[in-house]
């Protein structure tokens, strides 16, 4: 079993940052894939990014390359996400998963019931 908290969300000016962070309880978070998604309001939850178990793989929407930024440090048993240049699209509840599974290119790693536990969500809002 793994508690997830994220935490770090507020509300920034377009072309600013935030950074996201998502603490796990438990003994074995390296064995876990992290990810995050997100949901605006009336929207269905989307995949953000994610990350494997010991940082090597990293997978991102097209919507948030180059502008996002995953990793994880697991001495800290913690995954953060470094939103940069932000946008006003990309305002939304974001939420913080992991998985069980090991992550790669053929896994449905973008797939919010591939994920086993989840934060309660952390809002960021981006204006004009």
């Known amino acids: 079993q793994v508690h997830v908290v994220d935490t770090g969300g507020g509300s920034v000016q377009a072309g600013g940052s935030l950074r996201l962070s998502c603490a796990a309880s438990?003994?074995?978070?390296?064995?876990?894939?992290m990810g995050w998604f997100r949901q605006a309001p009336g929207k269905e939850r989307e995949f953000v990014a994610a990350?494997?178990?010991?940082?090597?793989?990293?997978y991102y929407a097209d919507s948030v390359k180059g502008r996002f930024t995953i990793s994880r440090d697991n001495a800290k048993n913690t995954a953060y996400l470094q939103m940069n240049t932000l946008k006003p699209e990309d305002t939304a509840v974001y939420y913080c998963?992991?998985?069980?599974?090991?992550?790669?290119?053929?896994?449905?790693?973008?797939?919010?019931?591939?994920?086993?536990?989840w934060g309660q969500g952390t809002q960021v809002t981006v204006s004009s």
């Open positions: 438990g003994r074995t978070f390296s064995r876990y894939t």
């Open positions: 998963a992991a998985s069980g599974k090991s992550l790669y290119s053929s896994e449905p790693y973008y797939r919010s019931d591939w994920y086993d536990y």
């Open positions: 990350i494997s178990w010991l940082g090597v793989n990293t």
